[in-house]
T-cell receptor, first 113, second 112 residues
């Protein structure tokens, strides 16, 4: 079992659907992150949670809604997405937000049709 | 001008070659520099990190930072097919994950 587990690995959804991405970390870390990775573009930080409180929201459209019920679990709720939202969504965790390396999951490949 | 520039490649080399991967950046306030390796269908994993200028070596890998030129490099000696991956550079001001800036990644293939 990897340290950071993401489900599902692949997701195809229509523009009117509602779906959720799940992330679980088994490392005892205090901070969790959502990143978006599009082809030939840098990783984009979307949300940061520290000790279950959201501390960063980088101008992400409201059709993306994060949830962190406890320090081990992170969700990304999706609704009325656009085709340009198709990307690899990566979850990461770190012991703290500073001086701690990021540990990434293997991502969810999202396709919006 | 992008904050972090990285040639996306792809870069293809024969096994045993020395590989040089590079990034340039525009903000001289960056102090922490990282290299991540991302295998196909996997998440990135931290390979090396350096603080400020200078070199850092770990086995076949050497990370080099030239702050005067705003240029960082990752050298891979005696490259192996298992080194085939996408390499991402990243940098931050205070090693704060909130302000980490990533390059777009360079895709490397090492052919046997």
């Amino acid at each position: 079992e990897t340290g950071v587990t993401q489900t599902p690995r692949h997701l195809v959804m229509g523009m009117t659907n509602k779906k959720s991405l799940k992330c679980e970390q088994h490392l005892g870390h205090n901070a969790m992150y959502w990143y978006k990775q599009s082809a030939k573009k840098p990783l984009e930080l979307m949300f940061v949670y520290s000790l279950e409180e959201r501390v960063e929201n980088n101008s992400v459209p409201s059709r993306f809604s994060p949830e962190c019920p406890n320090s081990s679990h992170l969700f990304l709720h999706l609704h009325t997405l656009q085709p340009e939202d198709s990307a690899l969504y990566l979850c990461a965790s770190s012991q703290d937000r500073v001086n701690s390396p990021l540990h990434f999951g293997n991502g969810t490949r999202l396709t919006v049709t | 001008q992008k904050e972090v520039e990285q040639d996306p490649g792809p870069l293809s080399v024969p096994e045993g070659a020395i590989v040089s991967l590079n990034c340039t950046y525009s903000n001289s306030a960056f102090q922490y520099f990282m290299w991540y390796r991302q295998y196909s269908r996997k998440g990135p994993e931290l390979l090396m990190y350096t603080y400020s200028s200078g070199n850092k070596e770990d086995g076949r890998f050497t990370a080099q930072v030239d702050k005067s030129s705003k240029y960082i490099s990752l050298f891979i000696r005696d490259s192996q097919p298992s080194d085939s991956a996408t390499y991402l550079c990243a940098m931050s001001f205070q090693y704060n994950n909130n302000d980490m800036r990533f390059g777009a990644g360079t895709r490397l293939t090492v052919k046997p």
